[in-house]
């Protein structure tokens, strides 16, 4: 059984979680993927890590990415994904 007692009540509005000093920083830098400014007040735009490798058995590392690019990507190796962001086959455009 749900219980509504725990949903936000209407009018609420959530805010998102503060950001880390180290992700303030990036705040107005561009995305590693799509290039966009990245924000601390909007979700998708706020700056997140991503572990990046190019090649399966390449070693990784990290970079500062949307959380959108980040949620988009997944698991994917990063030349896969920056393939399908710059061929449109995501059903997203940045432009």
Do not use: W
């Amino acid at each position: 059984m749900i219980d509504f007692s725990k949903l936000p009540q209407m009018g609420e509005i959530k805010k998102p979680p503060m950001l880390s000093a180290q992700m303030r920083l990036y705040v107005g830098e561009p995305c590693y993927y799509c290039k966009r400014p990245m924000r601390g007040d909007m979700q998708r735009l706020r700056p997140t890590r991503d572990h990046y490798n190019r090649f399966k058995n390449d070693r990784k590392f990290v970079v500062i990415c949307c959380f959108e690019c980040n949620q988009l990507k997944g698991p994917m190796l990063g030349r896969d994904f920056e393939a399908k962001l710059a061929s449109g086959e995501l059903g997203v455009s940045y432009d």
